[in-house]
């Protein structure tokens, strides 16, 4: 799993920086926690009857749409027979897969004019952009069987995007294995609206720009698909969104900021910023990139995502920088 993958990094790079040995446990600890809860969340999931598909985002209505895994399978199903990136043997095998193909699911929820892309957001924050004019022209399907079986969650299941290597072979270098997208929960149209909701308050893009706002210009850390120089990163102080939603901070608290993946939900995942970084440095929740700046698109996790600057402390890489922002919240001792 991508996060725990991530939650383990960073006790091996602090390792790696002599932290001290009260640093070595708390991380532990938290890892430990973590671990656990995402085992428990996972376990959960399990149940297919509680998988649920939400298409959003520049639907033709601007509303979201919602199925059950159990609505989509009694729904207009197809099979679509293909190899997979994953096979190396000889010959390569090919696997029936029964699903939605994505082509059908658009033109069920309607797509707003003017969209050209369609990003998949799997359970645990990963997420692939797709072209909408590759998805109306290829057979590429959200599958939820696999040879006459429900997809397992090692095989990408419940829900797995599929493309059609066997019939299209040109999808292949189009869209190898990092497009696969395991265990599909969202899709979402285009863009979103800026939304985040701080201690039960939501801010929308309105109330975001009434705040005041300010730049940093830092080498990100997002983990896919942004430039690797510097990047000038505008919109409103953390500390700043806190204040507008009278929310405390002192600087024993932890800040916990939240993407919109499932797996995110639960608090004790989110990422987590110490109080002091939030009071004394310009952690932001960026609604704009770039120079002139532009809203950040949903293929490069907006449209709000954190960044931190380069002047907050961060020995062991504890705090990460995050995508998809939908939340914060505050934990006080």
Do not use: K
């Not at 428990?40 to 998988?51: I, P």
């Not at 029936?96 to 059908?104: H, K, L």
């Not at 201690?199 to 005041?212: E, I, K, N, Q, V």
């Amino acid at each position: 799993m991508i996060h725990l993958a991530c939650t383990l990094g960073v006790v091996l790079l602090a390792c790696a920086r002599r932290p001290s040995e009260a640093e070595l446990a708390r991380w532990r600890r938290e890892a430990q926690r973590q671990n656990a809860a995402s085992l428990a969340r996972h376990a959960r999931a399990e149940t297919l009857a509680d998988w649920a598909l939400v298409v959003s985002g520049e639907t033709r209505s601007r509303a979201p749409w919602r199925s059950t895994l159990a609505e989509l399978a009694r729904g207009p199903t197809t099979v679509l027979r293909t190899r997979t990136p994953f096979q190396n043997t000889a010959p390569v095998p090919e696997f029936n897969f029964r699903g939605i193909s994505v082509a059908t699911l658009l033109d069920r929820v309607g797509v707003a004019d003017g969209v050209t892309e369609v990003t998949f957001l799997a359970y645990d924050g990963y997420f692939v952009t797709v072209p909408l004019d590759d998805l109306r022209h290829f057979p590429i399907m959200l599958a939820f069987e696999r040879n006459g079986s429900p997809l397992a969650r090692a095989d990408g299941g419940p829900i797995l995007l599929v493309f059609p290597h066997t019939s299209h072979p040109e999808t292949l270098p189009r869209f190898a294995e990092n497009f696969w997208c395991f265990y599909v929960t969202d899709v979402i149209l285009g863009s979103s609206e800026p939304e985040v909701t701080v201690a039960g308050r939501t801010f929308r893009a309105a109330d975001l720009a009434a705040l005041p706002q300010t730049s940093i210009d830092v080498r990100v850390g997002y983990r896919l698909r942004w430039p690797a120089g510097r990047v000038r990163l505008g919109g409103v102080r953390v500390r700043d969104l806190l204040a507008a939603a009278n929310v405390a901070v002192t600087p024993t608290s932890i800040v916990r900021v939240r993407d919109r993946s499932v797996v995110d939900r639960d608090l004790s995942h989110a990422n987590r910023l110490d109080g002091d970084d939030v009071l004394r440095h310009d952690a932001l929740v960026v609604l704009r990139y770039g120079d002139p700046p532009r809203p950040i698109p949903t293929s490069l996790g907006g449209p709000v995502t954190l960044g931190i600057p380069e002047d907050i402390p961060d020995p062991g890489q504890r705090i990460r920088w995050t995508v998809m922002v939908r939340g914060i919240e505050v934990q006080t001792p």
